[in-house]
């Protein structure tokens, strides 16, 4: 028998059911909440498999038509473009970003031209894809040059909105670039393109099997220790939250994600601004692989796609966006 006193306030009565659980949620996730990464390569009709990302694919351009169909179908916002450059395509300059016949130029005008504004095209503003060194930047002497790489990055981004990009998302984490990149804009007329700044990337362990999957992972030189950030710090992210802000960025990206929900909360609750999170490849790649194994249940997607939502992201970058069907 229970004696003295007892919770009048019982927690759990609001538990008790589904449709009771269902009212009084925090928060939920919809296909609203997500963007759709797509690996590019060159050739024709091929959807090949990246060892390192289960069930992820590069597709070549005449197959890109079929993913973006299948995001447009599951009510995506938008689709992220990356490509694999081949190695004869790599310089130390990383000059294929600036070809206008590069991968990413042309899947912008062939799904522009076909969906016109359906969905959503964000493209980086990086050189990483394209340097024969790995590097984001202009690599000399075991540096990135920040001034000589930001030169770059604002042709790398004028063409890629001449072409019809509608998010630029710079993702290399030179100082000072994201004013460069929107006064250049600007100044083309392209005061319309967005810019999502990567505002917040560390210097992390999580990125290998996207390296895999743009052909750089067997040509990276170093660790990018100088230009993104220490994992051990958080105050510096807001810093560079602030500057981004400042110099035009209309949202803010977090990445990783998952081992960065605390920097994620902090940015959402100082700033006000849309901010983004990355669920990278490696984090994408451990629970795949655990789910595969039968270590975890695969429930547990949906759970960490929901700890980016509590944690105040506005939306996700992650691999999972096209089988939310089967997650949601």
Not at 12 to 27: C, P
Not at 211 to 239: C, H, P, V, W
Not at 314 to 321: E, F, G, M, Q, T
Request: contains cysteine; hydrophobic residues 40%.
């Amino acid at each position: 028998m229970i004696t003295g006193k007892f919770p009048s306030l019982r927690l759990r009565r609001n538990r008790k059911s589904d449709w009771s659980r269902r009212l009084v949620e925090e928060n939920n996730l919809t296909p609203n909440d997500f963007i759709l990464p797509i690996f590019l390569i060159d050739g024709k009709n091929k959807k090949q498999a990246i060892k390192s990302m289960p069930d992820v694919y590069r597709y070549t351009l005449d197959k890109v038509s079929f993913v973006v169909d299948k995001a447009i179908k599951k009510g995506l916002p938008m689709i992220a473009l990356f490509p694999y450059t081949e190695k004869n395509k790599k310089n130390d300059l990383g000059t294929e970003a600036l070809n206008e016949n590069n991968l990413v130029c042309k899947a912008i005008q062939l799904i522009k031209k076909k969906y016109k504004n359906e969905i959503g095209i964000m493209c980086d503003v990086a050189l990483d894809p394209y340097t024969s060194h790995g590097h984001d930047g202009l690599f000399k002497s075991g540096y990135v040059l920040n001034d000589e790489t930001i030169k770059v990055l604002i042709n790398q981004s004028l063409l890629q909105a001449q072409m019809g990009c509608d998010v630029l998302a710079p993702s290399d984490m030179m100082d000072g670039r994201i004013g460069k990149i929107r006064k250049a804009l600007d100044k083309e007329n392209f005061k319309n393109v967005q810019i999502l700044s990567y505002a917040a990337k560390y210097a992390s362990s999580f990125y290998g099997p996207f390296r895999d999957a743009i052909g750089s992972k067997n040509f990276f030189k170093g660790d990018k220790k100088t230009y993104q950030m220490d994992f051990r710090n958080s105050d510096e992210a807001l810093r560079e939250i602030s500057l981004d802000i400042k110099e035009g960025a209309d949202i803010v990206m977090v990445k990783p994600g998952m081992p960065y929900l605390d920097i994620i909360k902090s940015i959402k609750e100082k700033f006000k601004i849309p901010v983004f999170a990355y669920q990278v490849s490696g984090e994408y790649s451990l629970l795949s692989n655990a789910i595969k194994k039968k270590l975890v249940n695969k429930k547990i997607v949906f759970e960490s796609l929901m700890a980016f939502k509590r944690a105040g992201a506005n939306a996700i970058v992650s691999y999972y966006a096209d089988r939310l069907d089967k997650i949601l």
